[in-house]
């Protein structure tokens, strides 16, 4: 990851909720519901890069907000 740590623990794209998903960079309410209603239909993202099958997520976006993303695969320290 480059520059500054990820704030809050990294939002995974199969189980966030518009919410959580407009917490990363260039993600805004619209694209936010984008997502989860591509997840509805598609079913589960198998990878990140899935992200920019979503109409409004392209490359540029998809670079600014990958540091924040999981898609659940990634082994998770244990919190405390």
Do not use: H, W
Request: aromatic fraction near 4%; hydrophobic fraction near 40%.
């Amino acid at each position: 990851a480059a520059g500054k740590p990820a704030p809050t623990a990294k939002v995974n794209i199969n189980t966030a909720s518009v919410e959580q998903l407009t917490t990363l960079p260039g993600v805004g309410p619209k694209l936010a519901a984008r997502i989860v209603e591509y997840r509805t239909k598609s079913g589960t993202f198998r990878s990140t890069q899935e992200l920019m099958n979503v109409k409004g997520v392209g490359e540029k976006n998809f670079a600014k907000m990958e540091a924040g993303l999981s898609d659940g695969e990634a082994p998770k320290a244990a919190a405390k």
